[in-house]
């Protein structure tokens, strides 16, 4: 059974920094490429950071230089460091795991709440 399981959202004030964390099981994690989408009310689901199985990102445009993206492929965890958060940030955080190659397979996580606000 293929599992994505985040953590570390929460509420935090303009300018604040948060950690997520998403812990996959199920998968050969190695033959995944992973990252983080978001969704905000109203708004449509919107990539904001992946890495390949090799530690190659990428990213939004809007993210860049505030979030790092990094991966721990022995415990096949995927991690999104936000800092400098917005606002605008504001949105409902998924992990995604998806292997290209076929059969292509694309997981996500039951999603974790970030509020930036003060």
């Known amino acids: 059974q293929v599992q994505l399981v985040e953590s570390g959202g929460g509420l935090v004030q303009p300018g604040g920094s948060l950690r997520l964390s998403c812990a996959t099981s199920g998968i050969i994690f190695g033959s995944y490429v992973v990252g983080w989408f978001r969704q905000a009310p109203g708004k449509q689901r919107e990539l904001v950071a992946t890495?390949?199985?090799?530690?190659?990102?990428n990213y939004v445009d809007s993210v860049k230089g505030r979030f790092t993206i990094s991966r721990d492929n022995a415990k096949n965890t995927v991690y999104l460091q936000m800092n400098s958060l917005k606002v605008a940030d504001t949105a409902v955080y998924f992990c995604n795991a998806k292997r290209w190659v076929l059969p292509i397979h694309d997981y996500w996580g039951q999603g974790t709440q970030v509020t930036v606000s003060s």
């Open positions: 890495i390949t199985s090799g530690g190659n990102p």
